[in-house]
């Protein structure tokens, strides 16, 4: 079944730390797309980031990076230098085909959030 | 560009009444989803459509329905309501046939239910 595990309920660092969120899913399908949302403290849901199932290139994005392993199904964000804006909560998401089919439901984890003390 | 309206904003109802949660976008997206949020938790999909004339349930269904007669429009109904639909209720859209595309969100209704 399609699943998101987001095990880090909340982290708290100091501005200028690194930190690193972890996301770890489940899918029966062999194509499937895995995806961050940022939400700030205003509420909306903001993109981050996607990655699809057969490119497991790490991306860096200034000071976001993230690093997707099909071996150990996870697809983890890390931020360097934190920053206080970067206070928000952070949701993993992962989308799958489901055989071919086009049912494309997308699934979100619980969301890690993320408070960054100056 | 306006991308996912949702209306109303905050909304206010008592036990046992209903209402309907508007949701339009204008990017010709075809597959839509609607989400709840709860206090501190993350979003859980409750009911999605991959185009006019198709809705499928997600994983909270019960106490809802859908339906999509135009690919702009993806209503969300709440019949009955009950205290444990409190909640921020949020609409998305994204492109179809391209699965890797993201998922474009509204700026969410906030239910509360006394």
């Known amino acids: 079944a399609q699943k998101v595990t987001q095990a880090q309920t909340e982290i708290s660092v100091v501005e200028k730390e690194d930190v690193t969120l972890d996301c770890v899913y489940e899918t029966r399908d062999t194509t499937y797309y895995l995806f961050w949302y940022k939400q700030p403290p205003s509420g909306e849901l903001v993109f981050l980031i996607r990655r699809n199932s057969f490119d497991e290139q790490n991306e860096i994005s200034g000071r976001y990076s993230w690093n997707f392993q099909k071996s150990t199904s996870s697809f983890n964000f890390t931020i360097t230098a934190s920053q206080v804006v970067d206070s928000a909560v952070y949701f993993c998401?992962?989308?799958?085909?489901?055989?071919?089919?086009?049912?494309?439901?997308?699934?979100f984890g619980t969301g890690t959030l993320l408070a960054v003390q100056p | 560009n306006a991308g996912v309206t949702q209306t109303p904003k905050f909304r206010i109802l008592k036990i046992g009444q209903s209402m309907t949660l508007q949701c339009t976008q204008d990017m010709n997206h075809n597959y839509m989803y609607w989400y709840r949020q709860d206090p501190g938790m993350g979003l859980k999909l409750i009911y999605y459509s991959v185009g006019a004339g198709i809705t499928d349930k997600g994983e909270v269904p019960n106490g809802y329905n859908v339906s999509r007669s135009t690919t702009e429009d993806f209503p969300l109904r709440l019949e009955l309501a009950a205290p444990s639909q409190t909640s921020v209720y949020f609409c998305?859209?994204?492109?179809?046939?391209?699965?890797?595309?993201?998922?474009?969100f509204g700026q969410g209704t906030r239910l509360t239910v006394v």
């Open positions: 998401a992962l989308s799958e085909r489901y055989y071919g089919g086009a049912t494309n439901k997308l699934i």
């Open positions: 998305a859209s994204r492109e179809g046939g391209v699965v890797n595309t993201e998922a474009f």
